[in-house]
């Protein structure tokens, strides 16, 4: 076990799984020479050389898709999509061919592929450089997508996307790069399509993913430490595919729920978990699934509108308080 | 403009057919043999069209109607270790790769015993035994991953090639350009085939391609290219082994190949943008009357040889829809199992009439 970043366990992974399979190269704008836009890749090309961490040029379409083509025949490449804004110029050779290749031929190719890129905003980037698109993957059977929120889970969803024979789409966030955990030592990849409750309770359910599930253990943490709350927090982990059974079964505990994600709230996967617990407990719910998101505008540059459009700390507190006084649950004391 | 490639080519077939070109007897056994092949694919396509036309397939059917010569050509100048991506025009080249003409139909006919089990249908034929790593639906979507496909062989230091063949309509969209740039850079073992029918669906090439001889494409990236007669097998097949030889030595390769399609763009299109004249034209140009004119003018086939490799190709596309037939369609309890290759937890095996989750039975009412 070691305290380290989340930058530091993706890198870490990359280069012990570059050392363990051959078959692993890393591809995409500026990894090698600049070494990656957010340095994951630091110090990879003079320790693999220039056939294993390929810089490509700026061709999302181009190298995504010889990526793929690479994976069909055995290959295990590692792509870096500097972030998910740009993925969208790869979109219909992920969406038409890394997600189909499998299925529409019969089952007679693999893609073992992974996608890394990174989403988020607050970083006064502007419309087209702070969004969280990570949904358009997510949607499309085929895909699997995974989104850590620690830097134990970097680790371990990382192994097992490297080590799957389906396209995997992993999703990282700007605002983790920085955030430090343990990282347990050795080789076990976690299990891509499970959720993870990181914290057990009995007053709310608080759902996340990537960066939200990150704000959600620090919510949680932070009402049980100034108001006694008991709130569970469910980290999906995997959007596609979706843990629904333990999204469910939290639920059925506490019986109300609040949903966090940076993406637009229209269409959004907080709708997706919102109408799976409709779904699934709805006799159990003592009031609407509410659900924190963005608002739906392009992002401002401006730093008084973008913090405006974006979900804070606080409103996820909001969020939690008007569910449970909803749900008649707030203790009498914390009221303020 | 493909008037004048084809009269500047040595040894072509003129229309009335009359004069000699003196092949070799390696040549003429060759044109014999691509001749064959040629009808077996005019045969096969016309027996799809019908299959379309009884509903036996459905889809979209796009047929090699006019390109036989150039598939013929093509693909012999591959090693059975060479792989092929193509576009959805594709029966011909499943059929040259040496996939039998029943499971390219069956295909069609969305059965259990297709090239790809039922599941790609006419556009996404592929065989990994026989080296066809597809038919893909979306224009140019095959470019990156035959890229992709190079690159893997060239990191493996291995020496086989990849031909990925286009339409001329493909060369305006940006993945052309980002692949033949990847593969000029990286140095790939990879042939890029132009097949150049003149038509996008029904917009031409001097509409939509600004530098309208495309093999001049090629420039941007010091890549080597050349153009071709596609009408002419022999030539398609010597122009191809060169290109192919120049990839295995890990120069890519531009190869553009002038064709005819004789047809709609799909089986569906009456090709009402075509003239009179042109349609009159095209006769004139069917490589399957061209090159059978050209073995009677060398004396290496007589009207009797020429109606027996006929009924030889009917026979086959007959055997090949009747298999079709016969074959099963998939069982609908086989649906989920091709999304992943990998099993993974919650993958949601859901019909679209059932609930998520069991519904609850209704409490009971309180008499």
Redesign the interface.
């Known amino acids: 076990m070691a305290v380290m970043t989340f930058r530091q366990a993706l890198h870490d992974t990359l280069r012990d799984e570059m050392h363990r399979d051959e078959n692993v190269v890393l591809m995409g704008e500026e990894i090698g020479v600049f070494e990656g836009s957010y340095k994951i890749t630091a110090g990879l090309l003079p320790e693999f050389g220039e056939r294993r961490v390929r810089d490509t040029p700026i061709a999302e379409e181009g190298f995504t898709g010889a990526a793929i083509g690479a994976a069909m025949l055995g290959l295990r490449p590692v792509v870096e999509i500097m972030t998910i804004n740009f993925s969208l110029l790869a979109l219909d050779q992920i969406v038409n061919h890394a997600a189909k290749i499998y299925g529409m031929f019969g089952g007679q190719a693999r893609v073992p592929l992974v996608i890394r890129t990174p989403g988020g905003g607050g970083q006064q980037l502007g419309a087209t450089h702070s969004q969280n698109i990570e949904l358009y993957y997510a949607f499309v059977p085929g895909m699997k997508v995974v989104a850590p929120s620690t830097p134990a889970d970097a680790k371990a969803l990382l192994l097992a996307a490297i080590r799957d024979d389906d396209p995997v789409l992993f999703l990282e966030n700007l605002a983790l790069y920085n955030t430090k955990g343990d990282v347990p030592d050795g080789d076990t990849p976690a299990e891509i399509g499970r959720a993870a409750i990181t914290r057990r309770g009995s007053d709310l359910t608080l759902i996340g993913y990537s960066r939200t599930a990150f704000v959600a253990n620090q919510v949680a943490q932070e009402l049980a430490e100034t108001e006694g709350l008991d709130i569970e927090v469910v980290d999906l982990r995997s959007l596609r595919p979706l843990d629904r059974a333990t999204i469910v079964e939290s639920v059925k505990r506490t019986s109300c729920a609040v949903v966090l994600e940076d993406d637009w709230l229209t269409y959004g996967i907080g709708a997706e978990v919102a109408a799976t617990i409709s779904d699934g407990a709805f006799d159990y719910l003592d009031a609407p699934v509410r659900r924190v998101a963005m608002a739906e505008v392009p992002l401002p540059y401006s730093k008084v509108l973008e913090t405006a459009a974006l979900p804070s700390h606080e409103d996820v507190i909001n969020a939690v308080y008007q569910t449970l006084d909803a749900v008649g649950r707030r203790r009498p004391a914390a009221r303020r | 403009m493909s008037e004048r490639t084809r009269s500047a080519k040595k040894g072509s077939p003129s229309a009335d057919g009359s004069v000699p070109s003196g092949l070799t007897d390696d040549e003429g056994r060759r044109l014999l043999d691509f001749y064959r092949r040629m009808v077996i694919i005019r045969r096969f396509e016309e027996r799809a069209a019908r299959g379309y036309t009884q509903a036996l397939i459905g889809g979209y059917c796009h047929l090699n109607l006019g390109e036989e010569a150039a598939v013929v050509g093509l693909v012999a100048a591959l090693e059975d270790r060479d792989y092929l991506?193509t576009n959805y025009r594709e029966h011909g080249y499943a059929i040259e790769r040496g996939i039998s003409p029943e499971r390219v139909m069956a295909e069609l006919y969305g059965r259990v015993d297709?090239?790809?089990?039922?599941?790609?249908g006419s556009m996404?034929l592929?065989?990994?035994d026989h080296r066809l790593?597809?038919?893909?639906g979306?224009v140019g979507?095959q470019?990156?991953?035959?890229?992709?496909?190079?690159?893997?062989?060239s990191?493996r230091g291995s020496d086989e090639v990849v031909m990925c063949t286009m339409g001329d309509g493909t060369t305006n969209i940006?993945?052309f350009?980002?692949?033949l740039?990847?593969a000029a850079?990286w140095h790939l073992p990879i042939v890029y085939v132009i097949i150049n029918n003149r038509l996008g669906m029904g917009t031409t090439v001097e509409k939509s391609s600004a530098e309208p001889e495309l093999a001049r494409r090629a420039a941007s990236y010091r890549m080597a290219s050349a153009r071709v007669d596609g009408l002419d097998p022999l030539a398609t097949y010597e122009a191809t082994r060169s290109a192919v030889a120049a990839a295995r030595a890990g120069a890519p390769f531009l190869l553009e190949v002038v064709s005819e399609r004789l047809r709609g763009h799909s089986v569906v299109d009456p090709a009402k943008y075509r003239t009179a004249e042109e349609v009159e034209a095209l006769t004139s140009h069917d490589p399957i009357h061209t090159v059978g004119a050209r073995l009677m003018v060398e004396g290496l086939l007589d009207a009797e040889g020429l109606a027996a490799l006929d009924e030889e190709a009917k026979a086959i596309a007959e055997r090949a829809s009747a298999f079709a037939e016969a074959s099963p369609h998939p069982d609908p309890s086989t649906l989920f199992?091709?999304?992943?290759?990998?099993p993974?937890?919650?993958?949601?095996h859901r019909l679209p009439g059932e609930?998520?989750?069991a519904a609850?039975p209704r409490p009971t009412e309180v008499a």
């Open positions: 991506f297709g090239v790809s089990k039922g599941w790609g996404h592929f065989d990994v790593l597809g038919g893909y979306i979507g470019l990156p991953l035959a890229t992709g496909a190079a690159l893997a062989i990191y940006g993945a350009h980002e692949s740039n990847l850079l199992d091709y999304t992943y290759a990998t993974v937890a919650n993958d949601l609930p998520l989750f609850r």
